[in-house]
C-alpha cells in the first residue's frame, strides 16, 4: 500500500504544483504584483525560473517552503473576500495603509514584502482574527 502512494506522488506533486501557480498568478494578477513583488511572496530570487513557473507551471516543482507560502497567500486572498465581498476593496486592501498592531502603519502588502515566510503567517493570522477564526 505505501509504495503505491509513493509511486502515485510525483504525478499528484506536479498537479498540485501547477494548480497552486496557477492560483497564485491569477491572484498575483488581480493584486496587480509585479514581477518583483511576486517572486518575494514566493521567495525566490531567481527571474528566469519565476518567468519560468509563469509560463509553464506545470514544470516547477514546489518545495514545502513554497507550499507554506502559497498557502498562506490563498488563505489571505480568501480572507479578505469574506472580509470585504466587493472585489476592488479586497484587493485595494492590501496596498492601504494599516494602523492596526501587525502593520504598525504600513500596508499589509508592504508587510508581506518583507520576504519571510512568517509575515505572511502574521498577515494570514490578523484576517483569521477579523474573521472570528482564531
Given at each position: ?39 518575494t511572496l514566493l521567495g525566490l530570487d531567481s527571474r528566469s525560473t519565476y518567468f519560468k ?24 486572498y480568501k480572507a479578505l473576500q469574506v472580509l470585504l465581498p466587493q472585489a476592488d476593496a ?45
Amino acid at each position: 500500500m505505501l509504495s503505491i502512494a509513493r509511486a502515485q506522488l510525483p504525478s499528484d506533486s506536479a498537479r498540485v504544483s501547477k494548480s497552486a501557480l496557477q492560483t497564485f498568478f491569477n491572484i498575483a494578477n488581480v493584486w496587480r504584483l509585479n514581477a518583483d513583488e511576486a517572486m518575494t511572496l514566493l521567495g525566490l530570487d531567481s527571474r528566469s525560473t519565476y518567468f519560468k513557473w509563469k509560463k509553464s507551471p506545470e514544470t516547477a516543482k514546489l518545495n514545502p517552503d513554497k507550499l507554506e507560502r502559497l498557502s498562506y497567500i490563498f488563505g489571505i486572498y480568501k480572507a479578505l473576500q469574506v472580509l470585504l465581498p466587493q472585489a476592488d476593496a479586497a484587493d485595494q486592501w492590501l496596498k492601504r495603509p494599516n494602523s492596526a498592531l501587525p502593520f504598525q502603519g504600513k500596508s499589509a502588502l508592504e508587510r508581506m514584502l518583507s520576504g519571510h515566510v512568517a509575515d505572511l503567517y502574521v498577515v494570514r493570522q490578523y484576517l483569521d482574527g477579523q474573521r472570528g477564526w482564531s
